[in-house]
């Protein structure tokens, strides 16, 4: 019966899906095709950079862009500083907002909506304005030049709109899933850790793109914050790449070609989860 | 006004545990409180002092000197200047057109994006992983690649346009040019997280009500309109909420890719208010623009989950 | 209807608002304790002598990279083995020169101490002068220390009577063209900017070269610099001396605007040049493409440099051209960079000895001779402009006409951004030359008297 059911859905949907294939295809080239221009950019001398007519594959083929990031503009250190910060106000972001998500969106609490409210306020703040006041903060704190500096305000901007994500994945989630771990004696943490969290992966997933790329390319408080290259990230590090005249396109495009490689091992680590996420409903169904 | 921001509940979640005695419910809530107040006070240490700051700051005579701010005197001339100035009404209607328009772009793409790759059952990891590149490039970068590529002399846009025999345009040469340009360059960078986010929704829904769909012989289409939509709801509005968020604090692509320019065609609010700031160091009337583009993003954002619930509302009525 | 809905959830409403009105009450004593720790360092005005030993110190520096790599660690080295007692720590700022302004303002604000020394653009002074943001150097330094300086830099350094920046090396606009292009067409250098346009179309019409001129017409602070130089040369100003009224809107600011807009609309600059900064124009030139290019001093070494350009060896520098019935050379627009002190510093005195080392004969001979900057000591200019190995834009430099930018005012950056914005609009065809000039005069008399 639900063999029949299966393929009958997938027929249905195959007709859906092909309506839509052609212009899916058209955005994953709309989507790829700057992708591959930065890429092969990131490999052509710098003259044939600006040649016009442009080359669509670099002529000579060249690593020099590569070794200028990393030999001369010391891009290592600053690609380990970005991977510090930015892993470790994510993991904060997560616990913090999963906890207060799971509270906001399961449980029965008085003033739910005007807590949201006042998270949604913190977050269209716009950052310029912000900077300067908690520059004030951070030297009077004796945090400029370190990591916390950019971490503690990482994660308190990034967590209202994680704990938004969270909440609204969570509050999907069949209630009975409570009931099994009451009934089985958890404690109401074990019962979000085991039974919940496991539900809710893709949305924990979303939240930790979303926060993992605010943090990675944030560029206004860590330039303002940290000004020893011992604790510049990467966005920083690239506005020191070529001088007030000079623009180096090639060395740019390839210090960010390695800058995206952290959010495909992100997708790699989450990818289980978030594919196992789909056949958890059958499953549970 | 409050009422508004509760998003609605997905049918899988009961509104509250009904019928159960008041002391496990307040047991319940205090443990809500326990689980949410570490969250509300790292972000409350960290946030309130800076926002209040320049809300304060926005509603004050600021003077700039080596010892910081001086705030002398409250007054509301920091926000008449701004009604008054040509500059911030533009950028205001700017702003607002572009983030209508590229939200409703995104919203579109992305569903489409996310439909496809819920179906997908090889190679999902490797999609979403390329999909995700272009939103985690650092954004002033990819204004620098769309930059390179519009470039009006040897860039490629122009060299595949002519090629084709549509003329060699300078893409950003002209205002609408400009901003169209700059749309492509929005839509390129965050369509893919839109789906995400939508993809994340499609996932956690319960298959049954598919199963039910399908049993009654419903079309793709129908299933969709019928049945996923309105579940997809709270999550769809989760990712328009984002995108407003975000494209009312557009910044990098017009900061790289005109200067602002054509003349100020492209001069967004966040972009006066960097001007106003950090060149003009008028931190004032700067800090005025900061706070109504947020009261301004805040009333959006409210107007928009009110409108979006109401016709949620009409739409289960009838 | 708001009313209603509002009723129903009154109590948590409530309580949010209560929530924020704690929170505020927190943060606005916050406030105040922030405005108290940092108002403890009130800018010195009286006093001559510095503070710190002049010769022991550890400094920091903070300068965006200049043209050539490595100048910033050359000069470093070379001021520590003068001064072996003085340990100077580099910070690289970054290359957006806004960026750059913002990143001090908001440190030298916030009180920080770090960093000591800052190289700055030469249009600061005003700005940062006015508020309280560099230490007024003049109040350390003697006037002999000034006049050694060459004319006009001093006073472009300097805010109501006090020099705040130390000028390090100077720039200005040059004519870079294509000699083997006009040596074919047996053209000459052009001296006024109708012969450069009328040269350009002949080179392009017998297929020589696809662009006649290049230069920087984007919206942003490089266009008030070309502006600045075709509205000198035309005979025309953008504000009366007192820096109270715009004098913009005159007939010899219409005659440069609607030659700037002809230059696009004759083809000998490519439309695209509207959306030009440095490094767009410097490419062009560099793939050869352009037969003739406005840009700074690092143009020079940039064209002949076989990785980055194709036109090695075919490149020559000229000042720029004038208007026809104008005296030639046409102006060139003051650039640079100077050196600032922070006003926090606590090493004043070592500040003051690395300011002064950087305006020394070694220093200079550093930045002219091995890394092609211009010199802004006038004697080291002079050595340079009569030693044939030094390079070409500085034997240039030495017969240019200089013209600043109008920036002894506080607020010129909102005029900048009134000129470059309404040129800008205006060529690219948005609006009339005339309706720009008139904006462009409403803008600057707006910006003059404080409003947005």
Redesign the interface.
């Known amino acids: 019966m639900s063999a029949v ?1 299966a393929a ?2 997938r027929h ?2 195959r ?3 092909n ?3 052609l ?2 295809l058209l ?1 994953a080239l ?3 095709l ?2 591959y ?2 890429l092969i ?1 990131s490999f052509k ?3 044939n ?6 080359q ?1 594959f670099p002529n000579p083929l060249s690593t020099a862009n590569y070794t200028q990031a990393f030999v ?1 503009y010391g891009f290592g250190t600053y690609f380990r500083n970005s991977v510090i910060v930015t892993v470790v106000a994510t993991a ?1 972001v997560l616990v ?2 999963t ?2 998500g ?36 951070m ?2 704190l004796g945090w ?1 030049d370190s990591y916390q500096a950019l971490i ?2 990482y ?3 990034n ?3 994680a ?3 969270l909440r ?2 969570l ?5 009975e899933m409570e009931e099994t771990g009451r009934l089985d004696g958890a404690s ?1 943490l074990r019962t979000l850790w085991s039974i919940i969290l496991p ?2 992966l ?2 924990l ?2 939240a930790a ?2 926060t ?2 605010a943090c ?2 944030e ?2 408080m860590a ?2 914050f940290n ?3 011992n604790y510049r990230t ?3 590090g ?10 180096p ?1 090639g060395t ?2 390839a210090a ?1 070609a390695v ?2 490689i ?3 091992v992100l ?2 680590i989450f ?1 289980k989860s ?2 196992s ?2 056949t958890s ?2 499953v ?2 | ?3 508004s ?3 609605e ?2 049918p ?3 509104a ?2 009904v019928g159960r005695p008041d002391a496990h ?1 307040r047991g ?2 205090r ?6 107040l ?3 006070i ?2 409350g ?3 309130i ?3 209040v ?2 809300i304060v700051m926005s509603l004050s005579n600021v003077g700039l000197s080596a010892s ?2 001086a705030l002398n005197g409250f007054t509301l001339h920091n926000y008449d200047e701004l009604i008054h100035a040509g500059v911030w009404r533009y950028a205001l209607g700017f702003t607002v057109g572009y983030t209508v328009i590229t939200v409703m772009v995104e919203l579109i ?1 992305g569903t ?2 996310a ?2 790759l ?2 997908l059952t090889r190679g ?2 490797l999609m ?14 990819s204004a ?3 930059g ?2 519009y470039e009006g ?4 846009l122009q ?1 595949i346009s002519g090629a084709i025999g549509l003329g060699r345009p300078v893409f950003l040469g002209t205002a609408n040019g400009a901003i169209v340009s700059m749309m492509v360059a929005d839509i ?1 960078k965050t ?3 839109v789906a ?2 939508v ?3 499609l ?6 009500v ?2 039910a769909a ?2 009654d ?5 129908s ?2 309109w019928r049945i996923t939509f309105p579940l997809l709801r ?2 769809l509005a ?1 990712a328009v ?2 995108r407003i ?1 975000q494209a ?2 557009l ?1 990098d692509l017009p900061f790289v890719l005109t200067g602002g320019g054509p003349g100020t065609a492209t001069t967004s609010l ?1 972009v006066l ?2 001007k106003v ?2 060149e003009d160091l008028e ?1 004032g009337p ?2 005025a623009v ?2 109504s ?2 009261l301004l ?2 009333i959006g ?1 409210m107007a928009f989950l009110r409108v979006f619930r109401a016709q949620a509302g009409s739409e289960e009525a009838a | 209807m708001r009313n209603t809905s509002d009723q129903k ?1 009154r ?3 409530r ?3 209560n ?2 009105r704690v929170a505020a009450v927190a943060a606005a004593a ?1 406030v105040t ?2 405005a108290c ?2 108002g403890s360092t009130p800018t010195s005005t009286s006093p001559k002598q510095p503070t710190g030993s002049a010769t022991s110190a550890s400094i920091t520096w ?1 300068a ?4 050539q ?1 490595g100048i910033r660690a050359a000069l470093i080295k070379a001021f520590e083995a003068a001064y072996p007692k003085i340990h100077v720590t580099l ?7 806004d ?1 750059n302004r ?2 001090l303002v ?2 030298i ?4 101490t ?2 000591d020394v800052f190289m700055g653009d030469v249009i600061w002074p005003a700005e940062f002068g006015a508020h309280g943001l560099a230490v007024p150097l003049s109040n350390y330094l003697p006037s002999s220390y000034w006049s050694k300086f060459a004319p006009g830099l001093v006073s472009g350094a300097s805010y109501n009577g006090k020099v705040y920046g130390s000028p390090l090396f100077e720039d200005q606009g040059f004519l870079y063209y294509r000699k083997d292009l006009l040596a074919k067409a047996h053209l000459p250098v052009p001296k006024t900017w109708e012969q450069l346009k009328s040269e350009s179309e002949t080179l392009q019409k017998d297929g020589l070269v696809k662009y006649g001129f290049v230069w920087e017409g984007n919206s942003y602070e490089g266009l008030t610099c070309d502006f600045m130089e075709y509205l000198t040369s035309a005979g025309g100003k953008v504000v009366n001396s007192s820096y109270t009224k715009a004098e913009i809107d005159s007939p010899a600011a219409l005659r440069a605007l609607t030659f700037m807009r002809s230059l696009i609309t004759s083809g000998v600059s490519p439309s695209a040049v509207t959306t030009f900064e ?2 767009q124009a ?3 030139f ?2 050869g ?1 352009a037969a003739f290019l406005r ?2 001093d ?2 020079w070494s ?1 064209s002949q440099t ?5 036109v090695v060896g075919k490149v020559g520098v000229a000042p720029l051209p004038t208007f026809a019935g104008q005296s030639y050379p046409g102006y060139s627009n003051i650039g640079g960079w100077n050196l600032y002190i922070n006003p926090h510093s606590t090493h004043l005195a070592a500040d003051l000895t690395f300011v002064k080392w950087m305006s020394s004969t070694t220093a200079q001979m550093i930045l002219g001779k091995t890394y092609s900057e211009i010199p802004t000591v006038e004697s080291v200019r002079k050595a340079l402009a009569a030693d044939p190995s030094a390079a070409p834009p500085i034997h240039v430099a030495a017969q240019t006409r200089l013209v600043p930018r109008p920036a002894g005012t506080p607020n010129y950056p909102k005029v900048s951004s009134a000129i470059y914005t309404n040129v800008n609009a205006a060529l690219s065809g948005s609006t009339s030359p005339s309706a720009a000039l008139a904006a462009a005069q409403s803008g600057i008399n707006t910006a003059l008297s404080g409003g947005l």
């Not at chain 1, 509050?171 to 209630?175: A, Q």
């Not at chain 1, 690239?238 to 623009?247: D, Q, R, T, W, Y």
């Open positions: 059911i009958r859905r249905g949907w007709r859906y899906v309506g839509l294939s212009a899916t955005t709309f989507i790829l700057p992708l221009w930065l950019s001398t710098p003259v950079v600006g040649s016009s007519p442009p669509y001369h904060l913090l907002g906890l207060a799971y509270g906001l969106g399961r449980l029965p609490m008085r003033g739910k909506s005007s807590v949201l409210l006042v998270l949604l306020m913190i977050s269209v703040f716009p950052e310029i304005a912000v900077v300067s006041p908690l520059y004030l903060l030297r009077d400029l503690v305000p994660t308190a901007f967590l209202p709109f704990i938004w994500i609204n994945y509050l999907g989630i069949p209630k109401p539900q809710a893709p949305g997933f979303t793109v979303f993992f790329t990675w390319t560029f206004l330039l303002t000004s020893s290259n990467i966005p920083v690239i506005a020191l790449f070529g001088s007030p005249n000079v623009v396109y740019i495009f960010s800058a995206v952290p959010i495909g997708v790699f990818r978030v594919v996420g789909l409903g059958a549970k169904g | 006004m409050s009422a921001v509760t998003l509940r997905p899988g979640a009961p509250a545990i419910r319940l809530a443990l809500g409180w326990g689980f949410t570490p969250a509300l790292f972000v240490l960290v946030t002092f800076p926002i700051f320049s910081g701010f793409l489409a994006i439909l496809v819920q179906r999902r990891g979403m992983a390329l999909l995700l590149l272009p939103w985690s490039m650092i954004t002033v970068i620098e690649l769309w390179y590529i002399t040897y860039g490629v060299a390129w369509t893919p997280f995400i986010i993809l994340a929704g996932v956690m829904l319960p298959e049954d598919y199963e399908e049993v012989g419903a079309s793709g289409w299933t969709f709270p999550t989760l909420l984002f968020l009312f604090g910044f966040a208010g960097y700031m950090f931190f700067g800090a900061a706070t583009t947020a993003v805040l954002c | 959830q109590s948590p409403r309580s949010g608002r929530g924020v916050a304790l922030a720790s940092s903070s965006s990279p200049i043209a790599v910070i690289s700022a970054p290359t957006n020169t960026t913002a990143q908001t440190q604000s916030g009180g920080s770090s960093p440095e490094p410097m490419s062009v560099d793939a493409q840009n700074w690092y143009a940039n076989p990785s980055d350009s194709k």
